[in-house]
């Protein structure tokens, strides 16, 4: 079976899959849990597609992803336990971690423990840093190689799994959204319709 055509945002993956396969799909989640800006859960989506298609392995997809997300998030703590907060201050802004950014983030994991460790993975923006902040808040590296394993494993394996059966049944979905689309689209153009009114209410009733 030929690869499919990806729909949506999935659709600029489709050259670096096919090109790369299980290397793109490592190497993006790996950087991605370190801070960099990158698509790794979109990848991870991707090559579920392509794996339900038959052209990639599930198994391997998930393996791979999974042990990316562990290592990138494993640098990430160790760039926050051994950089500390000026380290991530004076860098952070070049990977869109900017000190307000940062601050809000490492409020939030204070307030909830350990556990937002395993659920940050399925949250963006956190995901990307919670390595980091880990280190900085001196986490305990067990304590957070154990709770972070877990968010990996979840993570990639609803994604994964989710992504999988749509690409074996890929042909009923492209004829499902076909079928809807027109609706989608007009159901999309109503709603930028009663956004751009409610703002110009808005603003007159301000003024």
């Known amino acids: 079976m030929a690869a499919p055509p990806l729909p949506g945002p999935l659709a600029h993956l489709a050259p670096l899959l096919a090109h790369y396969g299980y290397w793109a799909v490592g190497a993006v989640i790996l950087v991605e849990d370190f801070g960099v800006p990158a698509p790794g859960e979109t990848i991870l989506l991707a090559a579920g597609v392509y794996a339900g298609a038959g052209e990639l392995d599930v198994v391997k997809v998930a393996l791979i992803a999974f042990a990316a997300a562990v290592v990138g998030d494993n640098i990430g703590y160790l760039i926050g336990h051994y950089g500390g907060r000026a380290f991530v201050h004076r860098w952070g802004r070049y990977v869109f971690l900017t000190p307000k950014r940062f601050a809000t983030a490492e409020e939030f994991f204070h307030r909830h423990g350990g556990k937002i460790v395993t659920v940050a993975r399925f949250v963006e923006g956190l995901r990307q840093v919670n390595g980091i902040i880990a280190g900085t808040s001196g986490m305990r590296w067990r304590r957070f190689l154990v709770f972070n394993a877990l968010g990996a494993a979840l993570w990639v394996g ?14 009923e979905v492209y004829d499902e959204i076909k079928r809807y689309e027109i609706y989608v689209l007009v159901a999309l153009a109503v709603l930028v319709v009663a956004l751009v009114v409610r703002h110009v209410l808005r603003r007159r009733h301000e003024r």
């Open 158 to 171: 609803l994604w994964t799994s989710l992504a999988y059966l749509a690409g074996s049944h890929i042909t």
